[in-house]
């Protein structure tokens, strides 16, 4: 028999819509929320994130797609580390190149009990998930690619989560700095990729490894990955993270 699909009560809306205002408890848990900075329209944040993590079960699968929908996938607004300006990540990313990212390495820290570093062809022994997934760009565009990599919780397993654990900070070669809940950490569709389209990792969509949170939109989906630091607390990057220079920390679809 088939199941009816299951309406959200006015009563479950108005909790989410209370939550959003005060992050008070929800579901016998306290909920982070994420900093609203004094701006109303960061409130508007806060209500899109309580609301998701309210109503729609934690496990839900984004849709996965067909070889015959792939698309041309552009690579906006991204310059290759080799030719960066600053000096530094200009020749680490070289470096990096020249050794086919054997020198490369992510280093997993903060709160777990085993920090360390990991190689390439480390993640790569790792079991690894292929996906066929939607890119949203915030700009309007979207896009269908194939990406394979390791599951991001298959790392945080290895690390060993502490119990006080709640969001993964991500840093970038090139400086970037982003963080997501452990509810989008430990699901099954958050990769650490490191291929796409059947091929290893382009350059210009992140090489050697980039992030892809299919439940968010695009740019939480960092390139040039190098570090991890699991954190009890949210740390939003200060000036270098994205809500303070005018983007949503959240952006779930």
């Known amino acids: 028999m088939t199941a009816r699909p299951r309406l959200v009560t006015r ?9 959003a205002g005060g992050g008070v408890l929800l579901g016998g848990c306290t909920r982070p929320t994420p900093p609203t900075y004094g701006s109303l329209l960061r409130l508007g944040d806060n209500f899109t994130y309580l609301a998701h993590r309210t109503l729609l079960p934690g496990e839900s699968l984004v849709r996965e797609y067909s070889h015959a929908d792939l698309t041309s996938f552009p690579a906006v607004g991204t310059i290759n580390p080799a030719s960066a300006k600053r000096a530094e990540v200009a020749g680490t990313y070289r470096r990096w190149l020249a050794s086919d ?9 903060g709160s777990v009990a085993r920090p360390g570093t990991w190689s390439l062809a480390e993640l790569k022994r790792l079991p690894s998930r292929t996906q066929i997934t939607k890119h949203v760009c915030e700009e309007g565009w979207t896009a269908i690619g194939e990406w394979t990599g390791v599951p991001l919780s298959r790392v945080l397993d ?3 989560l502490q119990p006080s654990a709640r969001f993964v900070t991500f840093k970038s070669l090139d400086r970037r700095y982003d963080s997501i809940d452990l509810l989008d950490a430990l699901h099954p569709q958050t990769l650490l990729a490191y ?16 992030l892809r949170v299919e439940r968010q939109i695009g740019y939480k989906s960092m390139k040039y990955l190098t570090e991890l630091i699991v954190t009890d607390d949210l740390d939003d990057g200060g000036a270098r993270g994205y809500p303070k220079n005018g983007w949503a920390w959240y952006n779930g679809i």
Do not use: I, K, Q, Y
């Open 101 to 109: 990212f054997g020198e490369w390495r992510l280093s997993v820290t």
């Open 11 to 19: 009563r479950e809306a108005l909790v989410a819509g209370v939550a």
């Open 195 to 210: 291929g796409m389209n059947g091929r290893d990792l382009p350059v210009a969509h992140g090489a050697p490894l980039r």
């Open 158 to 160: 290895a690390a060993g």
